[in-house]
């Protein structure tokens, strides 16, 4: 089952590579079937606006979304830990998932990087992995919306994961976070002003993590907490 592995692929930093890859990528998808149709037509367009674009623009975009972006973040904990201490643990507990799979992470990406998490579930039972891509349908709800909201084509990537997924985002937690942060983009200053705001709370109880009742989960229950809480879809909202 590759269609997983393929939509993470297209959720990675575009290179030259990727571009002669994409035809590919498509052709594996159709034929997998794995996806309801209009999603599919979704992924379709997404596709073509990637093959179209100057590889420079592609980046620049890219960059402004994923990496500029706190809200948009493509690392999982990222939105249910933000910078506590749990997250640590959380990486901790995944890697060792990972391990026990078979699959060795080679590269420089956290273990809760969209795309890692997406290959881990492309190697395990297609009704599990739709399981554990419904553990985390509140953070795709959320990141599509904030997307739309940037009237980005990448929206159709988490679209199709939840077409995928065997449980819907909570509508009511996703208007929430939207609500609290629309996935705008931050000028210099703003960024600037939230990393000198997170030495400013580096000894509070969210950092430090001792409002944290029962430590962290096992690796067999750490993704069960990924379906986040109404509150803990706010953590890392914008301003």
């Given amino acids: 089952m590759k269609t997983l592995k393929i939509l993470g692929y297209l959720l990675t930093y575009p ?33 073509d606006w990637m093959a179209g674009q100057d590889m420079l623009d592609l980046q620049e975009e890219y960059v402004d979304l994923f990496d500029r972006t706190p809200s948009l973040c493509l690392h999982l904990f990222e939105h249910v830990h933000g910078d506590s201490r749990d997250r640590g643990q959380a990486l901790v507990d995944l890697s060792e998932l990972y391990k026990d799979s078979g699959l060795l992470i080679n590269t420089e990406e956290m273990p809760d990087y969209l795309p890692l998490f997406l290959e881990y579930l492309s190697g395990i039972d297609v009704s599990e992995a739709r399981n554990n891509l419904g553990e985390i349908a509140n953070i795709l709800g959320v990141l599509a919306g904030r997307l739309k909201n940037r009237k980005s084509p990448y929206a159709a990537a988490f679209e199709a994961l939840i077409a995928a997924s065997a449980t819907r985002p909570d509508k009511k937690a996703v208007e929430i976070a939207l609500k609290e942060s629309a996935g705008n983009i931050r000028s210099f200053d703003e960024l600037d002003e939230a990393w ?20 962290c989960p096992k690796a067999e229950e750490m993704l069960a907490r990924m379906n986040i809480p109404k509150a803990d879809l706010n953590q890392n909202k914008e301003i």
């Fill in 15 to 47: 290179v030259e590579e990727m571009k002669v890859n994409l035809r590919a990528c498509q052709e594996i998808l159709e034929k997998e079937k794995w996806l309801p149709d209009e999603a599919m037509r979704e992924v379709d367009r997404l596709i």
């Fill in 196 to 215: 000198e705001e997170q030495f400013a709370f580096e000894n509070s109880l969210q950092t430090t993590g001792q409002d944290v009742v029962g430590g």
